[in-house]
């Protein structure tokens, strides 16, 4: 029952409910990675309570949603995240989190392996220290292996490697292939955007359009087993349709969303701005409100204009592209996507533009210094215990 | 092509969530989703427990020559969203 033409419309008009639906815990992290998607670092004082995160989880529960992707910051350093876990399983939400590895111990690793409704993802953009600490801090290649080991020799089966492609990385995906081999893990590859601290070194990180093709080709041949989460969709015009796995269609505010620490909605994971708020769950009675009644989703579900690009033979493959990738890098909305395989992005990056300042920012004062996680492996005792400032 | 003869129902770690194109279904074990898209589909899809084979679902349902049906069946049993039922 593969998606034909006829379901990619209906998912572009909106569903009842998302598919799944990102959800980032916190803005606190022990990293500070140069492209992180929401700017963290310091925990904010409004985020959600445990009795508020299992409201939201009752309530995707009753929306059945299937799973979750926890992301942040770094989820496990909330000091109720393993609660939390167990109670979305409980009810029937599957979930898939994110981590730098910094919990993984064997403690933590044994636990995981003995859950049957649990994904593990551990973020590495590096198959090498040198390549990944340079962009996500001194000492984190080592934290991540040291997890993954943690997790197989734990028995945990089909851990996540996940991978944000980016220019010094492309040409090592072979190398992580094979690591995702060595701990019986399963690699997945995404998109560098430019959102959140992202904006500042985009120009710089995202693949060359010759490492785009380098990057299609590795996916049409050697792609088999390897997740992209829909990530490559404006790649579609580099060869025929379909030759690229997954349904190929932007599904911001439609299939998927972002609910951000503090429970505010956003279209999706690399849309958080104001420009893409839907709503807030505590102010606007709730998730399913949200998704069903907010102004934005709406919108967004309305046919789209393919404005500059209707003219394009290969619109009906990249459908203009990233929505996200656009906005932050300053281009308009209706124009081509600034990695636009037919190279039309160039001229409008190369153009003056106006990238849009940010509407919020958790990164730590004065950058990354240091690695900082011995300050985080105890929890706090109470959820506010430590200075969100 | 599946056996039709035999009793299939929906695997135990199957959740069925209704959509105005027919269903969403996710499989909590393999974590796979499928996409069932008819309504019509659905209600069969669902029932099939509740026969002694296949074949009678369908007939049940007035479907027994309709072959997209077949293939729902066929497709949900290879991805393993159905089982084989005692």
Request: proline share 7%.
């Given at each position: 029952m593969n998606p034909v033409p006829r379901l990619v419309e209906q998912f572009e008009r909106g569903l009842d409910a998302p598919i799944c639906l990102t959800w980032e815990l916190t803005y606190a992290c022990n990293l500070s990675c140069v492209h992180c998607l929401s700017s963290s670092g310091k925990r904010d004082p409004r985020e959600l309570t445990t009795r508020q995160c299992k409201d939201v989880i009752d309530e995707l529960e009753r929306m059945q949603v299937f799973y979750v992707n926890i992301g942040g910051?770094?989820?496990?350093?909330?000091?109720d995240f393993w609660e939390l876990v167990d109670y979305a399983t409980e009810h029937h939400v599957g979930v898939k989190f994110s981590t730098n590895g910094v919990r993984i111990d064997e403690k933590v690793a044994a636990k995981l392996a003995a859950s049957d409704y649990v994904d593990v993802q551990i973020s590495l953009d590096g198959a090498t220290a040198e390549v990944n600490d340079a962009v996500r801090g001194p000492g984190s290649f080592a934290m991540a292996i040291r997890a993954l080991e943690n997790l197989s020799a734990a028995g945990f089966r089909d851990a996540k490697i996940s991978v944000v492609v980016t220019r010094h990385n492309v040409g090592q995906l072979d190398e992580f292939k094979a690591l995702a081999d060595r701990y019986g893990a399963t690699l997945r590859i995404t998109r560098l955007r430019p959102s959140g601290r992202g904006a500042d070194v985009w120009d710089e990180l995202h693949p060359t359009a010759a490492q785009q093709v380098q990057l299609y080709d590795w996916l049409v041949a050697r792609g088999d087993g390897i997740l992209t989460g829909d990530s490559f969709f404006h790649l579609s015009g580099l060869g025929q349709p379909g030759a690229l796995a997954g349904l190929n269609l932007c599904g911001a505010g439609r299939v998927v969303c972002l609910i951000d620490p503090v429970g505010d909605v956003y279209a999706c994971p690399f849309a958080i701005h104001d420009r893409f708020l839907a709503g807030n769950i505590l102010s606007d009675s709730g998730f399913q409100n949200v998704w069903q009644n907010s102004a934005l989703f709406r919108e967004l579900r309305e046919p789209q204009s393919a404005g500059?690009?209707?003219?394009?033979?290969?619109f009906d493959g990249c459908r203009g592209g990233c929505m996200a990738a656009k906005f932050f890098t300053g281009l308009p909305m209706d124009g081509p996507d600034p990695e636009c395989v037919q190279g039309y992005g160039e001229p409008a990056l190369a153009a003056e533009r106006d990238k849009p300042k940010p509407s919020g920012d958790h990164s730590r004062a004065g950058g990354r210094k240091a690695p900082v996680p011995l300050t985080l492996l105890t929890p706090p005792k109470k959820f506010c215990n430590e200075s969100p400032v | 092509m599946v056996d039709l003869d035999v009793r299939w129902r929906l695997h135990p770690q199957v959740a069925v969530r209704p959509e105005p194109f027919g269903a969403l279904l996710y499989h909590f074990g393999t974590r796979k989703l499928s996409f069932v898209k008819s309504v019509g589909a659905v209600e069969v899809v669902t029932a099939l427990g509740e026969h002694p084979t296949a074949r009678d679902a369908l007939r049940a349902a007035g479907v027994e020559d309709d072959v997209t049906y077949r293939k729902a069946i066929a497709t949900l049993a290879e991805s393993r969203m159905l089982v084989r039922a005692p």
């Open positions: 910051g770094e989820p496990t350093v909330r000091s500059a690009c209707g003219s394009c033979e290969h | -």
